[in-house]
């Protein structure tokens, strides 16, 4: 498969709440949860891949840079999405995508998808929506951070204010190819993918 020329941001700045720990660090086949998200999207882009972190966090992937997000706050990951937009935008891009830390089991061609979708774009399955699974145009980074600075924090209105397009990706396996995990059930559930 042919790799594509496209920045690429996992967003792993969430609290991790109901799972108890950083999502990114925790293990499933014995890996951390974030090499499986690297690994997808290394082997469809040429382009940069950075991590979104909560503030001045690190992370074991060094190779990888940590961009935090601009505006203060934990704003979720609208927030982190606007982050994407600038740090791709600096380094002469005109889009972005961007993933979540916690789908390990993303579709290979996510990014020719999402880019034959054209910018904004974001991901469909089984009937839902996947707003921060998207491709996004870096010149829209000014007016999400005036959202954003005007209280708006859902992923799904900012999808809705700018129209973004949707793209279908099919189940293809045992689960939903955007199965996200927010608990150890979750993780469990993953688990039983690779046993």
Request: one cysteine or more; proline letters at 6%.
């Amino acid at each position: 498969m042919k790799k594509l020329d496209v920045p690429c941001v996992i967003l792993a700045g969430g609290g991790s709440r109901r799972f108890g720990y950083r999502k990114s660090d925790a293990l499933l086949a014995g890996r951390p949860l974030v090499t499986h998200v690297l690994s997808a999207l290394a082997a469809q882009t040429s382009g940069e891949i950075a991590l979104n972190l909560r503030g001045d966090a690190e992370s074991d992937q060094s190779e990888y840079p940590v961009i935090a997000d601009r505006l203060p706050g934990g704003l979720g990951p609208l927030a982190g999405i606007h982050a994407a937009m600038v740090w791709a935008q600096k380094l002469g891009y005109e889009t972005v995508v961007t993933v979540p830390v916690d789908t390990p089991f993303l579709p290979m061609d996510l990014l020719v998808g999402l880019i034959g979708g054209g910018a904004p774009s974001v991901a469909v399955s089984a009937g839902r929506q996947h707003g921060v699974c998207g491709l996004w145009p870096v010149s829209q980074a000014a007016a999400l951070a005036v959202r954003l600075r005007a209280g708006e924090y859902r992923v799904q209105t900012w999808v809705n204010t700018i129209a973004a397009n949707l793209v279908l990706f099919p189940k293809t396996g045992s689960l939903d190819p955007f199965f996200n995990i927010n608990t150890k059930q979750d993780l469990a559930i993953a688990e039983a993918v690779f046993d």
